[in-house]
């Protein structure tokens, strides 16, 4: 059977944010993957592949051509499959322990990157200002391997979240204290900031603690860490300690 006009129409519009927000849809694509989504809560809407023998009990499935395959994914080197998921409608219990927020990360790479951070430190809710990219971005999809499916993201004004919580709230910063040397409660929000910018300034005048993550090389030149990489070591930096 093949793709027709407004199947591969939809897929490919589904890779702009405006069309996943209207259609309340989303594509994952690859075996792994798409299996994490159809063994968790997520709703499948319709799945595509060129051998179904990889998902035998599952329904809605179309077999499609390599060529089909090949026009429909928005990957380099396609695999196998693409599947189309509702979106779920989520809401936000805080809950104790660490709270990680993002404030404008608009790399997909690295938002994929942290969500499997959260996954990997046992943290089920990520906290994203509005302007941070979005989580069904195709590309975050993918990075996250799957994580998503354990890791609600919630995006909301992060002033307003900020204000009303009683928890601790740290800045990641260059000039701030010593992570290593710095004692770390159990109930905080840990905030990382743009990649090019770092934490916007509306934010930063609302957090109480400022860490950082020193640099030991001799030549002291690294500009910056990356926010994923910088994310990793903090997160198990609170792990380690609580």
Known sequence: MSLSKNQLKLITSLRKK????????????????????LESDFELERLFCVDASHFKNCENVTLISEADLKKASSLSTPNNVIAIFKIP???????????LALDEVNDPGNLGTIIRLCDWFGIDQLI??????????????????????????????????LKSTKKAKYA????????????????AVLVMGNEAN??????LNLLDNAISIPRFGNLQQTESLNVATATAILLSEFKRTN
């Open 18 to 37: 405006k069309y996943r927000v209207t259609s309340n849809l989303f594509i994952a694509e690859g075996i792994k993957v798409v299996n994490e989504f």
């Open 89 to 99: 409608v989520t809401n936000f219990i805080e809950n104790e322990g660490l709270v």
């Open 128 to 161: 994203c200002s509005k302007d941070t990219v979005d989580c069904y971005n195709a590309k975050v999809v993918q990075a996250s391997m799957g994580s998503l499916t354990r890791v609600a993201v919630f995006y909301t004004d992060l002033k307003v979240y």
């Open 172 to 187: 990641t910063l260059m000039d701030g204290e010593n992570v290593y040397k710095t004692t770390l409660p159990k109930e």
């Open 198 to 203: 770092g934490i916007s300034t509306p934010i």
